[in-house]
Nanobody, 119 residues
């Protein structure tokens, strides 16, 4: 599975961006699909994810500011980011957890898109 992110860029504090992730397969079949981020010198962390069945999970640090959504017909997951803060600066990665057999699953990652928020 290939995951291709787009939509990153430079934005001022308080601004908005929308990230997109297009998958090469039907995202409705994934165990989970969503977004992680990694800031310089920090570990990669969960931002927002759709779980099997459509449940959404968000990191506490971005709740009420970010919204994850999906268009299954387009195999695309979005991350709408509002009220951006400098601490949101990071590389944002699209993530998918995919069941490949009864016993096994794999994690797939996109190459990432840079989001920089200036103060």
């Amino acid at each position: 599975v290939q995951l291709m992110e787009s939509g990153g860029g430079l934005v001022q504090s308080g601004g908005s961006l929308r990230l997109s992730c297009v998958a090469s397969r039907n995202i409705a079949s994934f165990n989970a699909v969503g977004w992680y981020r990694q800031a310089p010198g920090k570990e990669r962390e969960l931002v927002a994810v759709f779980r099997n069945g459509g449940t959404r999970n968000y990191a506490d640090s971005i709740k009420d500011r970010f919204t994850i959504s999906r268009d299954i017909a387009k195999n695309t997951v979005y991350l709408q980011m509002n009220s951006l803060k400098p601490e949101d600066t990071a590389v944002y990665y699209c993530y998918a957890h995919i069941q490949v057999s009864i016993e096994g699953s794999v994690e797939e990652w996109g190459k990432g898109t840079q989001v920089t928020v200036s103060s």
